[in-house]
């Protein structure tokens, strides 16, 4: 079955580092790969969206690569901040659909 | 900025009873969606909606959820007969071009 594996530790940096967050998914090829951001009780944003046929997307201090060979996504924020806090999630597109299906999200922690 | 608003953010109620939550997605979005997300866990996707019909569906979807667009503006999830783990936070979102999911705040359901 499909799955989406994000680190489920916190990921505890200094501001001003950069941060990378990882995603690996298997058994299926997305076309499209999404990145959200979430706080506590609150909907998903959405950050970036990268596809199979791009190596690396930029948007002020995110960025964010995709390797279809390896599986995997690397999102990174660099310069990081206290507001960076929060749950990071990853959607890849499930294969044939254009329903972004989200991994359980990795929780990244900037302290001051 | 345009956003998605969704009603109630906090619904209680007991175990059998029926409950509509509601969406008003942004004005010119095409792409409806309900995803859920239980405490503690992964958002997960319920159902999509386009052209007054439903796209796409997940095993979660089953015969006790409905949706409807009954005017131009609002896009609802009836749950027929609520159950203790239906206790969730939905999550209603829209979308332009399915490449940029645009999430409400959420309701909360609290299933006693």
């Known amino acids: 079955s499909q799955k989406i594996e994000q680190n489920s530790e916190a990921l505890n940096i200094q501001e001003g580092k950069t941060a990378t967050l990882t995603c690996n998914y298997t058994?299926?090829?997305?076309?499209?790969l999404q990145w959200y951001r979430q706080d506590p009780g609150r909907g998903p944003v959405f950050l970036l969206l990268i596809r199979e046929n791009e190596k690396e997307k930029r948007k002020e201090r995110l960025k964010v690569t995709f390797d279809t060979t390896l599986k995997q996504s690397l999102f990174h924020i660099t310069a990081s901040q206290p507001a960076d806090s929060a749950t990071y999630l990853c959607a890849p597109w499930s294969g044939g659909s254009y329903i972004p299906t989200f991994g359980r999200g990795t929780s990244l922690i900037v302290h001051p | 900025e345009p956003e998605v608003t969704q009603t109630p953010s906090h619904q209680v109620t007991q175990m059998g009873q029926e409950v509509i939550l509601r969406c008003v997605p942004i004005s010119n979005h095409l792409y409806f969606y309900w995803y859920r997300q239980i405490l503690g866990q992964k958002v997960e996707f319920l159902v999509s909606?386009?052209?007054?019909?439903?796209?796409?569906k997940s095993e979660i979807f089953d015969d006790q959820f409905s949706v409807e667009r009954p005017d131009g503006s609002n896009f609802t999830l009836k749950i027929r007969s609520t159950k203790l783990e239906d206790s969730a936070m939905y999550f209603c979102a829209s979308s332009g071009d399915r490449a940029e999911l645009f999430f409400g705040e959420g309701s909360r359901l609290t299933v006693l």
């Open positions: 058994n299926y090829s997305p076309a499209y």
């Open positions: 909606f386009y052209n007054n019909e439903i796209s796409e």
